[in-house]
Nanobody
Framework: QVQLVESGGGSVQAGGSLRLSCAAS????????MGWFRQAPGKEREGVAA????????YYADSLKGRFTISQDNAKNTVYPQMNSLQPEDSAMYYC???????????????WGQGTQVTVSS
């Protein structure tokens, strides 16, 4: 089993930045891809970014590319989404997910954290 713990959420003004983190523990060999999703009230869960832990290849939602970046610390089994130029529409619960491969849809991931809230005020 894989356990995921997110942190770094909070409340910021529009234009501000947040750096989230997701730490994986347990059988991390089953979590070679770390993905991030978000879900706002009344909206479907959508993909944000993903990263292959071993190779470092990254993926971004087209609408977020340029504002969001993701990096990793292999020694700590942790990934760090850096979110810049945040807008009110970015407000959502952000979830870390993991599986053996990176996928586009949230239901294709096996392991999930409990989420961290991001609120952007105008």
């Amino acid at each position: 089993q894989v356990q995921l713990v997110e942190s770094g959420g909070g409340s910021v003004q529009a234009g501000g930045s947040l750096r989230l983190s997701c730490a994986a523990s347990g059988y991390t060999y089953s979590a070679t891809c770390m993905g991030w999703f978000r879900q706002a009230p009344g909206k479907e869960r959508e993909g944000v970014a993903a990263m292959h832990i071993d190779g470092g290849r990254t993926y971004y939602a087209d609408s977020l590319k340029g504002r969001f970046t993701i990096s990793q610390d292999n020694a700590k089994n942790t990934v760090y989404p850096q979110m810049n130029s945040l807008q009110p529409e970015d407000s959502a619960m952000y979830y870390c997910a993991a599986d053996r491969r990176c996928a586009d849809r949230w239901y294709e991931y096996s392991y999930w954290g409990q989420g961290t809230q991001v609120t952007v005020s105008s």
